[in-house]
């Protein structure tokens, strides 16, 4: 019985709108649950915030990292096939804004959510549009057929903002310090070259 | 006739002797290079220097990270297939005389250099033996047949000393920050889940 509930359970998908491999995760992670017959729960977190507490920085900002990383996410794309990956003109990005939008439409329309995440991506990583601002975050979440004001209002809603802090406050108390991160079943795992590991996790039921 | 010339360039293979990552490297390095016709030039260098311009920390002494770190090792060691691995009593562990030895049989036995730098991870990372002193360094450069008295002259030997830190400063002025971290025909590859990158780089000349 607690293998079948098992089964049912989605990957908990962790990732912060402005990290590239979280970007990269966010075009294969449902590939990879259909696989093995599960879903994926979409959470949007706040890097910045995990740093405060790990100490890190974001990677292109650190010596020696942050040239190798910038020649890595651009490598890793056309590693993982994924088309039209660019370095946005601005880089980081607070994502306070795309996060809440997902908050809301995880409480509002569940199914939706997947889809606007991955268009919030795109907009950004695809199409250089700067999702830090919520104009531009309602103006994508209209494009994937949501209502424009609804998802304006959203985004200043005290009680968004406040379920969405909690929810980054609830993933950092669960260990999550980096982008993409995955729990499966409870396992944790980081980052977006722990997925052949996740693959064989969800195959053979752990190892 | 330069693809002549780059098809017999050895894979640089650098690591540090501390790195649970470059550990198991270190185990699979080899076979992947054979696959595509090359050799491996074994680099010891000491993260402990790069460190001190990235302002990273040993990934166990990271909050959350290190966690995290420790569960990662042992999983990735069995998804890899790699038997007895176990975290060494102590750690992390300065590796300047494991490193100096390494440099010295690169100088004085180029061939013996991938046994000898497979015998003191194992004798870590598989063994808990402290590879930091440089008598336990002299021991197991013996059990792999190297002279037990020289060996251990040669890591009091101040020309050993210089070379080995020239190379650690050289290593990190190429841009080496972490471990293990492997340059084909000049393009970084930073960490062991970059090997299947590095399989598709070999086998395509590069994508």
Known sequence: MIAKE????????????????GFMAAQRID??????GRTVDWRPMLLGVAFKQTGAAPLTE??????????????SARFYGIEGFRMPSRFP????????????????????AAAVA????AAYFLHDRDISGPDVVAEVAAETG????????????????DAFRREVEEAISRGV???????????P???????????????????
Chains 1, 2 share one sequence.
């Open 6 to 21: 098992l089964m049912s359970t989605p990957l908990q998908f962790y990732f912060d709108f402005s990290s590239p491999y």
């Open 31 to 36: 590939a990879l649950a259909q696989k093995h």
């Open 62 to 75: 650190v010596p020696l990292k942050g040239d190798y990383s910038r020649r890595d996410f651009a490598r």
């Open 93 to 112: 990005i607070p994502t306070q804004a795309p996060g809440r939008l997902v908050t809301w439409v995880r409480r509002a329309q569940p199914g939706a």
């Open 118 to 121: 991955k268009a919030l991506y």
């Open 146 to 161: 949501l209502d424009r004001a609804a998802a304006r209002a959203a985004l200043d809603d005290p009680a968004i903002k």
């Open 177 to 187: 310090f980096g982008s993409p991160f995955v729990f499966v079943d409870g396992e």
């Open 189 to 207: 795992f980081w980052g977006i070259d722990r997925f052949d590991q996740i693959d064989r996790w969800l195959a053979t039921g752990g190892f």
